[in-house]
Protein backbone atom coordinates (compact mmCIF):
# COMPACT_ATOMS: atom_id res chain seq x y z
CA UNK A 1 0.00 0.00 0.00
CA UNK A 2 1.30 4.02 -0.67
CA UNK A 3 0.40 4.29 3.23
CA UNK A 4 0.06 2.36 6.13
CA UNK A 5 -3.75 2.08 7.07
CA UNK A 6 -6.51 -0.28 6.96
CA UNK A 7 -9.28 -0.55 3.83
CA UNK A 8 -11.93 -3.32 3.06
CA UNK A 9 -14.89 -4.07 1.55
CA UNK A 10 -17.85 -6.07 2.43
CA UNK A 11 -19.56 -8.49 0.55
CA UNK A 12 -22.53 -9.61 -0.48
CA UNK A 13 -23.33 -5.65 -0.05
CA UNK A 14 -27.23 -6.14 0.32
CA UNK A 15 -28.54 -8.79 2.53
CA UNK A 16 -31.67 -9.31 4.56
CA UNK A 17 -31.81 -10.26 8.08
CA UNK A 18 -30.40 -13.50 9.11
CA UNK A 19 -27.94 -13.77 6.30
CA UNK A 20 -24.35 -13.21 6.67
CA UNK A 21 -22.14 -10.75 5.43
CA UNK A 22 -17.80 -11.02 5.10
CA UNK A 23 -15.84 -8.28 5.79
CA UNK A 24 -12.65 -8.37 3.68
CA UNK A 25 -9.63 -6.51 5.03
CA UNK A 26 -6.19 -5.31 4.39
CA UNK A 27 -4.27 -4.18 7.53
CA UNK A 28 -0.83 -2.70 7.09
CA UNK A 29 1.44 -4.48 9.16
CA UNK A 30 -1.20 -7.27 9.36
CA UNK A 31 -2.42 -5.55 12.77
CA UNK A 32 -5.93 -6.29 14.27
CA UNK A 33 -8.89 -4.09 13.05
CA UNK A 34 -11.09 -2.01 15.51
CA UNK A 35 -14.46 -2.71 13.54
CA UNK A 36 -17.43 -0.89 14.00
CA UNK A 37 -21.00 -1.37 12.48
CA UNK A 38 -24.14 1.09 12.79
CA UNK A 39 -27.29 2.01 10.57
CA UNK A 40 -27.04 5.12 10.05
CA UNK A 41 -30.19 7.14 9.68
CA UNK A 42 -32.20 9.72 11.85
CA UNK A 43 -29.53 8.37 14.17
CA UNK A 44 -26.84 6.49 14.50
CA UNK A 45 -27.24 3.26 16.42
CA UNK A 46 -23.64 0.70 16.64
CA UNK A 47 -25.07 -2.59 16.31
CA UNK A 48 -22.06 -4.66 16.43
CA UNK A 49 -18.29 -3.96 17.32
CA UNK A 50 -15.07 -5.76 17.63
CA UNK A 51 -11.59 -4.05 18.79
CA UNK A 52 -9.45 -6.71 17.96
CA UNK A 53 -10.59 -8.64 14.28
CA UNK A 54 -7.78 -10.62 13.21
CA UNK A 55 -6.58 -9.52 9.58
CA UNK A 56 -3.66 -9.82 7.16
CA UNK A 57 -1.96 -7.35 4.84
CA UNK A 58 -3.11 -8.14 0.98
CA UNK A 59 -1.62 -6.46 -1.83
CA UNK A 60 -3.87 -4.39 -4.45
CA UNK A 61 -4.46 -6.12 -7.79
CA UNK A 62 -3.01 -4.53 -10.61
CA UNK A 63 -6.50 -5.46 -11.80
CA UNK A 64 -8.15 -4.60 -8.95
CA UNK A 65 -10.84 -1.66 -10.74
CA UNK A 66 -11.75 -4.09 -13.22
CA UNK A 67 -11.56 -7.32 -11.62
CA UNK A 68 -11.92 -6.65 -7.71
CA UNK A 69 -9.32 -7.34 -4.71
CA UNK A 70 -10.21 -10.88 -4.31
CA UNK A 71 -9.16 -10.60 -0.25
CA UNK A 72 -10.46 -13.14 1.53
CA UNK A 73 -13.23 -12.46 4.52
CA UNK A 74 -11.14 -11.77 7.54
CA UNK A 75 -14.29 -11.71 9.73
CA UNK A 76 -17.83 -13.33 9.17
CA UNK A 77 -20.95 -10.60 10.32
CA UNK A 78 -24.16 -12.35 11.60
CA UNK A 79 -27.01 -10.02 10.45
CA UNK A 80 -29.38 -10.11 13.05
CA UNK A 81 -32.98 -10.67 11.90
CA UNK A 82 -33.75 -7.39 14.06
CA UNK A 83 -31.60 -4.85 12.39
CA UNK A 84 -33.98 -2.40 10.34
CA UNK A 85 -33.37 -1.85 6.53
CA UNK A 86 -30.91 0.81 6.04
CA UNK A 87 -27.43 1.66 5.37
CA UNK A 88 -24.88 0.14 7.56
CA UNK A 89 -21.52 1.81 8.06
CA UNK A 90 -18.52 -0.30 8.75
CA UNK A 91 -15.44 1.75 10.52
CA UNK A 92 -12.24 0.30 10.34
CA UNK A 93 -9.09 1.63 12.50
CA UNK A 94 -5.93 0.51 13.30
CA UNK A 95 -3.33 2.04 15.56
CA UNK A 96 -0.07 3.44 13.63
CA UNK A 97 2.76 4.36 15.96
CA UNK A 98 0.15 5.32 18.38
CA UNK A 99 -1.92 7.21 15.34
CA UNK A 100 -5.54 6.02 14.82
CA UNK A 101 -6.03 5.11 11.30
CA UNK A 102 -9.24 4.67 9.66
CA UNK A 103 -11.20 3.81 6.39
CA UNK A 104 -15.39 2.92 5.90
CA UNK A 105 -16.89 0.21 4.08
CA UNK A 106 -21.11 -0.46 4.06
CA UNK A 107 -23.40 -2.72 3.22
CA UNK A 108 -27.77 -2.66 3.19
CA UNK A 109 -29.81 -4.49 4.76
CA UNK A 110 -32.56 -4.37 2.67
CA UNK A 111 -36.39 -5.26 3.30
CA UNK A 112 -37.73 -9.10 2.87
CA UNK A 113 -39.84 -9.39 0.18
CA UNK A 114 -43.55 -8.94 0.87
CA UNK A 115 -42.39 -8.32 4.43
CA UNK A 116 -41.69 -4.31 3.98
CA UNK A 117 -41.19 -2.20 7.19
CA UNK A 118 -42.06 1.11 5.85
CA UNK A 119 -44.27 2.57 2.76
CA UNK A 120 -41.36 4.21 1.34
CA UNK A 121 -38.77 2.33 -0.49
CA UNK A 122 -35.41 4.50 -1.30
CA UNK A 123 -32.54 3.02 -3.74
CA UNK A 124 -29.35 4.15 -2.93
CA UNK A 125 -27.30 5.18 -5.93
CA UNK A 126 -24.61 2.27 -5.83
CA UNK A 127 -24.01 1.95 -9.29
CA UNK A 128 -22.88 5.64 -9.72
CA UNK A 129 -20.95 5.06 -6.85
CA UNK A 130 -19.13 2.00 -8.43
CA UNK A 131 -18.84 4.14 -11.82
CA UNK A 132 -16.72 6.75 -10.46
CA UNK A 133 -14.75 4.66 -7.68
CA UNK A 134 -11.61 4.76 -8.64
CA UNK A 135 -9.67 2.83 -6.23
CA UNK A 136 -7.31 0.36 -7.83
CA UNK A 137 -7.43 1.67 -11.35
CA UNK A 138 -9.53 2.83 -13.51
CA UNK A 139 -12.98 4.19 -13.51
CA UNK A 140 -15.94 4.65 -15.93
CA UNK A 141 -14.23 8.45 -16.49
CA UNK A 142 -10.85 7.47 -17.21
CA UNK A 143 -10.87 4.92 -19.48
CA UNK A 144 -12.39 2.07 -18.13
CA UNK A 145 -15.42 0.11 -19.39
CA UNK A 146 -15.85 -2.69 -16.89
CA UNK A 147 -15.50 -2.23 -12.50
CA UNK A 148 -15.49 -4.30 -9.60
CA UNK A 149 -17.72 -4.19 -6.69
CA UNK A 150 -15.54 -6.38 -4.70
CA UNK A 151 -13.06 -3.92 -3.58
CA UNK A 152 -13.09 -0.79 -1.02
CA UNK A 153 -14.53 2.46 -1.87
CA UNK A 154 -11.17 5.02 -2.45
CA UNK A 155 -11.72 8.00 0.31
CA UNK A 156 -14.23 10.35 0.30
CA UNK A 157 -16.95 8.03 -1.26
CA UNK A 158 -18.61 6.90 2.09
CA UNK A 159 -17.23 9.30 4.57
CA UNK A 160 -16.65 13.10 4.18
CA UNK A 161 -14.94 15.62 6.70
CA UNK A 162 -16.84 18.78 7.08
CA UNK A 163 -15.33 21.80 5.21
CA UNK A 164 -15.71 24.33 2.15
CA UNK A 165 -15.79 22.94 -0.94
CA UNK A 166 -17.08 20.03 0.08
CA UNK A 167 -20.21 20.19 -2.52
CA UNK A 168 -19.02 19.99 -5.94
CA UNK A 169 -21.85 22.85 -6.81
CA UNK A 170 -20.22 26.32 -6.41
CA UNK A 171 -22.39 27.92 -3.50
CA UNK A 172 -21.14 31.32 -2.51
CA UNK A 173 -19.23 33.15 -3.85
CA UNK A 174 -19.60 31.85 -7.86
CA UNK A 175 -16.37 30.57 -8.89
CA UNK A 176 -15.81 28.82 -12.57
CA UNK A 177 -12.36 27.08 -11.19
CA UNK A 178 -13.79 25.38 -8.29
CA UNK A 179 -10.81 26.28 -6.51
CA UNK A 180 -12.16 26.08 -3.07
CA UNK A 181 -13.87 22.02 -4.44
CA UNK A 182 -10.63 21.09 -5.89
CA UNK A 183 -8.24 22.28 -2.34
CA UNK A 184 -11.16 20.31 -0.29
CA UNK A 185 -10.27 17.37 -1.97
CA UNK A 186 -6.19 17.15 -2.30
CA UNK A 187 -6.03 18.85 1.76
CA UNK A 188 -8.45 15.99 2.80
CA UNK A 189 -6.29 13.52 0.39
CA UNK A 190 -9.77 12.57 -1.34
CA UNK A 191 -10.26 11.13 -4.44
CA UNK A 192 -10.88 13.23 -7.68
CA UNK A 193 -14.24 12.24 -8.16
CA UNK A 194 -15.39 11.79 -4.37
CA UNK A 195 -17.54 14.94 -5.11
CA UNK A 196 -19.65 13.50 -7.84
CA UNK A 197 -20.49 10.15 -6.08
CA UNK A 198 -21.26 8.69 -2.74
CA UNK A 199 -23.17 8.40 0.27
CA UNK A 200 -22.75 12.03 2.32
CA UNK A 201 -23.59 14.44 0.10
CA UNK A 202 -27.05 13.54 -1.06
CA UNK A 203 -28.33 10.31 0.06
CA UNK A 204 -26.77 10.40 4.43
CA UNK A 205 -28.55 14.20 4.58
CA UNK A 206 -32.00 12.86 2.98
CA UNK A 207 -32.66 10.10 4.97
CA UNK A 208 -31.47 11.64 8.58
CA UNK A 209 -33.96 14.60 7.49
CA UNK A 210 -36.55 12.39 6.52
CA UNK A 211 -36.26 9.71 9.54
CA UNK A 212 -36.11 12.88 11.75
CA UNK A 213 -39.25 13.93 10.64
CA UNK A 214 -40.89 11.14 11.33
CA UNK A 215 -40.83 9.02 7.93
CA UNK A 216 -40.04 5.54 7.82
CA UNK A 217 -37.91 4.48 4.75
CA UNK A 218 -36.89 1.13 3.59
CA UNK A 219 -33.21 0.76 1.87
CA UNK A 220 -31.83 -1.08 -1.14
CA UNK A 221 -28.87 -1.07 -3.08
CA UNK A 222 -29.75 -0.46 -7.24
CA UNK A 223 -29.13 -4.14 -8.10
CA UNK A 224 -31.75 -5.04 -5.62
CA UNK A 225 -34.18 -3.30 -7.70
CA UNK A 226 -33.60 -5.63 -10.63
CA UNK A 227 -32.30 -8.56 -8.64
CA UNK A 228 -35.60 -8.36 -6.34
CA UNK A 229 -38.37 -7.25 -9.15
CA UNK A 230 -40.67 -8.05 -6.80
CA UNK A 231 -39.30 -5.70 -4.24
CA UNK A 232 -41.83 -3.06 -5.39
CA UNK A 233 -45.03 -4.23 -6.52
CA UNK A 234 -45.45 -7.55 -4.10
CA UNK A 235 -44.01 -5.93 -0.78
CA UNK A 236 -46.88 -3.03 -0.64
CA UNK A 237 -44.84 0.19 -1.61
CA UNK A 238 -46.69 3.44 -1.77
CA UNK A 239 -43.31 5.53 -2.73
CA UNK A 240 -39.94 4.72 -4.47
CA UNK A 241 -37.21 7.28 -3.83
CA UNK A 242 -34.48 8.35 -6.23
CA UNK A 243 -32.19 10.68 -4.45
CA UNK A 244 -29.00 12.95 -5.40
CA UNK A 245 -26.95 11.38 -8.14
CA UNK A 246 -28.26 8.38 -9.45
CA UNK A 247 -26.81 8.18 -13.21
CA UNK A 248 -26.33 4.71 -13.69
CA UNK A 249 -29.20 2.42 -14.60
CA UNK A 250 -29.78 -1.61 -15.46
CA UNK A 251 -32.63 -2.47 -17.75
CA UNK A 252 -33.88 -4.48 -15.02
CA UNK A 253 -33.80 -1.86 -12.81
CA UNK A 254 -35.96 0.50 -15.32
CA UNK A 255 -38.67 -2.05 -15.89
CA UNK A 256 -39.23 -2.63 -12.14
CA UNK A 257 -39.75 1.27 -11.72
CA UNK A 258 -41.34 1.81 -14.90
CA UNK A 259 -44.22 -0.96 -13.90
CA UNK A 260 -44.39 -0.07 -10.47
CA UNK A 261 -45.38 3.59 -12.04
CA UNK A 262 -47.51 2.08 -14.80
CA UNK A 263 -49.36 -0.26 -12.34
CA UNK A 264 -50.55 3.07 -9.88
CA UNK A 265 -47.50 3.15 -7.56
CA UNK A 266 -45.30 6.33 -6.95
CA UNK A 267 -42.31 7.63 -7.82
CA UNK A 268 -40.09 10.67 -6.34
CA UNK A 269 -36.50 11.52 -8.79
CA UNK A 270 -34.99 13.83 -6.20
CA UNK A 271 -32.46 13.57 -7.96
CA UNK A 272 -30.03 14.69 -10.90
CA UNK A 273 -28.66 13.29 -14.16
CA UNK A 274 -30.83 10.12 -12.90
CA UNK A 275 -30.47 7.12 -15.06
CA UNK A 276 -28.68 8.60 -18.27
CA UNK A 277 -26.19 5.44 -18.75
CA UNK A 278 -27.22 2.01 -19.69
CA UNK A 279 -25.41 -0.13 -17.96
CA UNK A 280 -25.41 -4.21 -17.19
CA UNK A 281 -24.11 -6.41 -14.46
CA UNK A 282 -22.63 -9.42 -15.17
CA UNK A 283 -20.82 -12.67 -13.87
CA UNK A 284 -22.52 -14.08 -10.80
CA UNK A 285 -21.01 -14.81 -7.52
CA UNK A 286 -22.17 -17.94 -5.70
CA UNK A 287 -23.65 -15.84 -2.79
CA UNK A 288 -26.09 -14.79 -5.86
CA UNK A 289 -25.15 -10.87 -6.78
CA UNK A 290 -23.38 -10.14 -9.72
CA UNK A 291 -19.72 -8.67 -8.82
CA UNK A 292 -18.92 -6.43 -12.56
CA UNK A 293 -20.58 -3.48 -13.65
CA UNK A 294 -20.35 -2.86 -17.44
CA UNK A 295 -20.21 0.71 -19.31
CA UNK A 296 -18.58 1.24 -22.23
CA UNK A 297 -20.00 4.76 -22.39
CA UNK A 298 -17.78 6.37 -25.16
CA UNK A 299 -16.26 3.41 -26.58
CA UNK A 300 -19.87 1.75 -26.74
CA UNK A 301 -19.02 0.33 -30.23
CA UNK A 302 -16.04 -1.80 -28.44
CA UNK A 303 -19.84 -3.37 -26.50
CA UNK A 304 -20.09 -6.86 -27.77
CA UNK A 305 -24.06 -6.36 -27.73
CA UNK A 306 -23.27 -3.11 -30.38
CA UNK A 307 -24.50 -4.08 -33.99
CA UNK A 308 -26.38 -7.15 -32.73
CA UNK A 309 -30.11 -7.95 -31.42
CA UNK A 310 -29.20 -7.28 -28.54
CA UNK A 311 -28.42 -3.14 -29.57
CA UNK A 312 -30.89 -2.75 -26.46
CA UNK A 313 -29.20 -3.44 -24.15
CA UNK A 314 -26.11 -1.21 -25.13
CA UNK A 315 -24.13 0.57 -22.46
CA UNK A 316 -24.74 3.95 -24.12
CA UNK A 317 -27.34 6.60 -23.04
CA UNK A 318 -30.49 5.30 -22.40
CA UNK A 319 -31.49 8.62 -24.81
CA UNK A 320 -29.55 7.30 -27.72
CA UNK A 321 -31.21 6.90 -30.71
CA UNK A 322 -29.91 2.88 -31.06
CA UNK A 323 -31.49 2.28 -27.86
CA UNK A 324 -34.84 4.16 -28.41
CA UNK A 325 -35.26 4.26 -24.22
CA UNK A 326 -35.18 7.81 -22.85
CA UNK A 327 -35.44 8.33 -19.37
CA UNK A 328 -37.61 10.92 -19.83
CA UNK A 329 -40.47 8.00 -20.45
CA UNK A 330 -39.66 7.23 -16.69
CA UNK A 331 -38.99 10.43 -15.08
CA UNK A 332 -40.58 13.15 -17.36
CA UNK A 333 -36.49 14.37 -17.92
CA UNK A 334 -33.59 13.57 -19.03
CA UNK A 335 -29.91 15.36 -18.46
CA UNK A 336 -29.84 14.98 -22.19
CA UNK A 337 -31.78 18.60 -22.13
CA UNK A 338 -30.38 19.80 -18.89
CA UNK A 339 -27.02 20.29 -18.12
CA UNK A 340 -24.88 21.82 -15.14
CA UNK A 341 -25.96 24.73 -12.90
CA UNK A 342 -23.44 26.30 -10.56
CA UNK A 343 -20.53 24.12 -11.48
CA UNK A 344 -16.99 25.55 -12.60
CA UNK A 345 -18.28 28.08 -16.27
CA UNK A 346 -21.44 26.58 -16.55
CA UNK A 347 -24.30 28.48 -15.33
CA UNK A 348 -21.71 30.04 -12.94
CA UNK A 349 -23.18 32.81 -11.19
CA UNK A 350 -26.66 31.10 -11.67
CA UNK A 351 -29.55 31.34 -8.87
CA UNK A 352 -29.10 28.30 -7.82
CA UNK A 353 -33.22 27.68 -7.54
CA UNK A 354 -36.16 27.36 -9.60
CA UNK A 355 -38.35 29.90 -10.96
CA UNK A 356 -41.62 28.83 -10.24
CA UNK A 357 -44.71 28.96 -12.67
CA UNK A 358 -47.26 27.09 -11.22
CA UNK A 359 -47.56 27.78 -7.43
CA UNK A 360 -51.23 26.71 -7.55
CA UNK A 361 -49.98 23.10 -7.60
CA UNK A 362 -50.66 20.71 -4.50
CA UNK A 363 -46.61 19.90 -4.02
CA UNK A 364 -46.35 23.70 -3.41
CA UNK A 365 -48.96 24.03 -0.08
CA UNK A 366 -47.82 25.62 2.58
CA UNK A 367 -45.06 27.29 1.32
CA UNK A 368 -46.17 30.74 0.61
CA UNK A 369 -45.22 30.40 -3.20
CA UNK A 370 -46.24 32.85 -5.55
CA UNK A 371 -45.60 32.34 -9.68
CA UNK A 372 -42.16 33.75 -10.50
CA UNK A 373 -40.93 33.20 -7.21
CA UNK A 374 -37.57 31.54 -6.97
CA UNK A 375 -37.16 28.44 -5.05
CA UNK A 376 -34.28 26.91 -3.08
CA UNK A 377 -31.67 29.44 -3.68
CA UNK A 378 -30.97 30.28 -0.31
CA UNK A 379 -29.93 26.82 -0.32
CA UNK A 380 -27.85 25.99 -3.79
CA UNK A 381 -31.33 23.52 -3.99
CA UNK A 382 -30.77 23.48 -7.69
CA UNK A 383 -26.85 22.98 -8.62
CA UNK A 384 -24.10 20.38 -10.13
CA UNK A 385 -26.41 18.47 -12.47
CA UNK A 386 -29.73 19.00 -14.13
CA UNK A 387 -32.40 16.98 -15.97
CA UNK A 388 -34.95 18.81 -18.43
CA UNK A 389 -37.38 18.76 -21.44
CA UNK A 390 -37.82 19.99 -24.39
CA UNK A 391 -40.71 22.64 -23.62
CA UNK A 392 -42.20 25.46 -25.49
CA UNK A 393 -44.32 28.31 -24.25
CA UNK A 394 -48.03 29.12 -24.30
CA UNK A 395 -49.41 32.18 -22.72
CA UNK A 396 -46.78 32.50 -20.83
CA UNK A 397 -46.37 29.35 -19.24
CA UNK A 398 -43.69 26.11 -20.25
CA UNK A 399 -44.99 23.40 -21.42
CA UNK A 400 -43.61 19.87 -22.85
CA UNK A 401 -43.17 19.50 -26.82
CA UNK A 402 -43.60 15.64 -26.03
CA UNK A 403 -40.56 14.75 -29.07
CA UNK A 404 -37.75 13.82 -26.51
CA UNK A 405 -40.17 11.15 -24.77
CA UNK A 406 -41.32 13.27 -21.86
CA UNK A 407 -45.13 12.28 -21.00
CA UNK A 408 -47.53 15.02 -23.09
CA UNK A 409 -49.49 15.54 -19.88
CA UNK A 410 -45.39 16.36 -17.76
CA UNK A 411 -46.47 19.43 -15.96
CA UNK A 412 -43.32 21.97 -15.61
CA UNK A 413 -43.72 23.59 -12.33
CA UNK A 414 -40.25 25.34 -12.16
CA UNK A 415 -36.98 25.78 -14.29
CA UNK A 416 -33.30 27.04 -13.75
CA UNK A 417 -31.00 27.22 -16.93
CA UNK A 418 -28.38 25.26 -17.02
CA UNK A 419 -25.76 24.22 -20.00
CA UNK A 420 -23.57 20.98 -21.34
CA UNK A 421 -19.57 21.30 -21.31
CA UNK A 422 -18.21 22.62 -24.42
CA UNK A 423 -14.83 22.11 -25.77
CA UNK A 424 -14.05 25.49 -23.86
CA UNK A 425 -15.58 25.35 -20.45
CA UNK A 426 -15.40 21.40 -19.98
CA UNK A 427 -13.28 21.67 -16.17
CA UNK A 428 -11.58 18.44 -18.01
CA UNK A 429 -10.99 19.35 -21.72
CA UNK A 430 -11.36 17.01 -24.05
CA UNK A 431 -9.12 15.40 -26.21
CA UNK A 432 -8.07 17.30 -29.37
CA UNK A 433 -9.65 14.78 -31.97
CA UNK A 434 -12.26 13.88 -29.02
CA UNK A 435 -15.72 15.29 -29.00
CA UNK A 436 -17.03 17.73 -26.24
CA UNK A 437 -19.55 16.44 -24.04
CA UNK A 438 -22.86 18.55 -26.07
CA UNK A 439 -21.05 16.84 -29.28
CA UNK A 440 -21.14 13.35 -28.36
CA UNK A 441 -24.77 14.31 -26.64
CA UNK A 442 -26.02 15.25 -29.60
CA UNK A 443 -24.60 12.50 -32.15
CA UNK A 444 -26.56 9.87 -29.77
CA UNK A 445 -29.74 11.67 -29.57
CA UNK A 446 -29.70 12.63 -33.37
CA UNK A 447 -26.83 10.85 -35.20
CA UNK A 448 -25.38 13.88 -35.83
CA UNK A 449 -22.87 16.37 -34.49
CA UNK A 450 -23.35 19.10 -36.76
CA UNK A 451 -23.44 22.57 -35.57
CA UNK A 452 -27.52 22.87 -36.26
CA UNK A 453 -28.05 19.59 -33.81
CA UNK A 454 -25.71 20.48 -30.97
CA UNK A 455 -27.52 23.77 -31.18
CA UNK A 456 -30.77 21.88 -30.30
CA UNK A 457 -29.69 20.87 -26.69
CA UNK A 458 -27.00 23.64 -25.96
CA UNK A 459 -29.28 25.19 -23.36
CA UNK A 460 -30.77 23.38 -20.92
CA UNK A 461 -32.70 23.59 -17.66
CA UNK A 462 -33.34 22.04 -14.92
CA UNK A 463 -37.36 21.13 -14.52
CA UNK A 464 -38.99 20.43 -11.72
CA UNK A 465 -42.10 18.34 -13.00
CA UNK A 466 -44.55 16.09 -12.55
CA UNK A 467 -46.94 12.96 -14.40
CA UNK A 468 -49.85 11.17 -13.49
CA UNK A 469 -49.79 7.34 -15.49
CA UNK A 470 -52.44 6.12 -16.74
CA UNK A 471 -53.80 3.79 -13.39
CA UNK A 472 -52.91 6.52 -10.95
CA UNK A 473 -49.11 6.83 -10.62
CA UNK A 474 -47.66 9.86 -10.24
CA UNK A 475 -43.76 10.73 -10.84
CA UNK A 476 -42.48 13.74 -9.45
CA UNK A 477 -39.31 15.16 -10.35
CA UNK A 478 -36.62 17.75 -9.23
CA UNK A 479 -34.65 17.95 -12.17
CA UNK A 480 -31.73 18.82 -10.20
CA UNK A 481 -28.89 16.33 -8.06
CA UNK A 482 -28.75 19.08 -5.29
CA UNK A 483 -32.12 18.97 -3.56
CA UNK A 484 -31.30 17.14 -0.60
CA UNK A 485 -28.89 19.70 0.25
CA UNK A 486 -32.18 22.42 0.76
CA UNK A 487 -33.05 19.81 3.98
CA UNK A 488 -32.08 20.27 7.17
CA UNK A 489 -32.70 23.61 8.18
CA UNK A 490 -31.27 25.37 4.83
CA UNK A 491 -34.66 25.91 3.15
CA UNK A 492 -38.43 25.92 4.76
CA UNK A 493 -39.89 25.88 1.53
CA UNK A 494 -37.55 23.24 0.09
CA UNK A 495 -38.43 20.93 3.48
CA UNK A 496 -42.21 22.25 3.00
CA UNK A 497 -42.31 20.56 -0.20
CA UNK A 498 -40.83 17.60 0.40
CA UNK A 499 -42.99 16.86 3.46
CA UNK A 500 -46.43 17.44 1.08
CA UNK A 501 -44.66 15.00 -1.49
CA UNK A 502 -44.04 12.15 1.53
CA UNK A 503 -46.88 12.37 3.12
CA UNK A 504 -49.25 12.57 0.44
CA UNK A 505 -47.50 9.54 -1.83
CA UNK A 506 -45.73 7.87 0.61
CA UNK A 507 -48.88 6.44 2.42
Known amino acids: MAFETVTGYCWPQSVVGGETVGLHLSSAGARPVSVEVARVGGERTVVFADE ?26 N ?15 IDVDGKRRRSHAFFVVRPRIGAPTASILLALATNTWHAYNDFGGRNLYTGGTQVSLQRPMAPGYLSKPPGLGRRITTTVPPDPHMAAHVGYLALNHLSPYAGSAGWPDWELPFIAWAEQHGHAIDV ?3 PDVADHPGLLRASGYSLFLSVGH ?40 P ?11 GFFKQDPVFGTDRVSELTSMWSDHLIERPENHMTGVSFARGGYHRIGQRATAGAGGYTVHRPDHWIFANTGIGYGDVLGAAATAVGYECDGCDFTYRDGLPYPTG ?31 APSEVEFIAARLFGS ?21 AAGGVAITSGSTDWAHGLSGRDPQIEQITTNILNRLGT
Open 79 to 93: VESTWRSGYYEVVLE
Open 246 to 285: DEYWSSGMRDAVEGFISSGGHAAFFSGNTAFWQVRHEDPT
Open 449 to 469: RANEDVERISYGHAVLGTYTS
Open 403 to 433: TDGTPVDFEILGTAPAAHFTRTTAARPPAPN
Open 220 to 222: VTN
Open 52 to 77: AVPSDNHPIPADAAAHGCGWPAAFIL
Open 287 to 297: EGPTKTMVGYK
